[in-house]
């Protein structure tokens, strides 16, 4: 069965420091990939996406960035985080039928001081 | 584009109570339609899904009817417990893109 790992799962940085978040999916291949970020109390906000290695689709500009360098690998990164960047970060993955259920890690928490 | 709209939250109902919480979308052709549920401090976990018009999804006693004429997908349980504590999300799938559009979430609280 396929499976989604984040990690860390809780992350506490100052402002200014640079950031990685990774995500891998076991037991699959070849799978649709998406960052998102959940504010306090708000709904998914779709960062980025990607169909394939090394092809990525950016949502919304900002400080963040994200690479695919494996088939089943998706990180997110920044060089400088801002206070802003604070929030709940989610990747998730599905198949490439629009009927396809998409499936989400367990999260990672970032407080940025 | 796309859109999913959901009734504002937060509903607060009493164990056993019946519950209803409103989606409505906008999209062009036929998108999935999925209810999703997050649990304090999870990812988001699948409820129930239905792909085409007149679908009826469920699951743990949730259901909901995909309903083209009034682009509607209402999430419905008969008696909620106190361990359906959670956000829920309307989501849909459009085909033909990759995106998946997700409603604000409805926070539901049972009380005992």
């Known amino acids: 069965s396929q499976t989604i790992h984040q990690w860390p799962a809780t992350l506490v940085q100052p402002v200014g420091s640079p950031l990685s978040l990774e995500c891998t999916v076991e037991g699959t291949s070849n799978p649709n990939l998406y960052w998102y970020r959940q504010a306090a109390g708000r709904g998914l906000q779709l960062l980025f996406y990607?169909?394939?290695?090394?092809?990525i689709s950016s949502e919304v500009p900002q400080n963040l960035s994200a690479s695919r360098p494996q088939d089943r690998q998706f990180i997110l990164s920044s060089k400088k985080l801002l206070l802003s960047d604070s929030g709940f970060y989610l990747c998730a993955w599905n198949g490439y039928q629009s009927t396809d259920t998409q499936y989400f890690g367990p999260g990672t928490r970032l407080t940025v001081l | 584009g796309d859109s999913v709209t959901q009734m504002e939250g937060p509903v607060t109902l009493s164990e056993e109570a019946f519950l209803t919480i409103n989606c409505t979308y906008t999209?062009?052709?036929?998108?999935?339609l999925f209810w999703y549920v997050q649990y304090p401090g999870e990812g988001l976990q699948l409820l129930l899904k239905?792909?085409?018009?007149?679908d009826k999804g469920s699951n743990k006693g949730f259901e909901a009817t995909y309903r083209k004429e009034t682009t509607s997908f209402h999430l419905e349980k008969g008696s909620v417990q106190v361990s359906d504590s959670a956000v829920y999300f309307c989501?849909?799938?459009?085909?033909?893109?990759?995106?998946?559009?997700f409603g604000t979430g409805t926070r539901l609280k049972v009380l005992a």
């Open positions: 999209a062009t052709g036929y998108p999935s």
């Open positions: 239905a792909t085409k018009a007149d």
């Open positions: 989501a849909l799938s459009a085909s033909g893109t990759y995106k998946y559009i």
């Open positions: 990607s169909v394939g290695i090394g092809q």
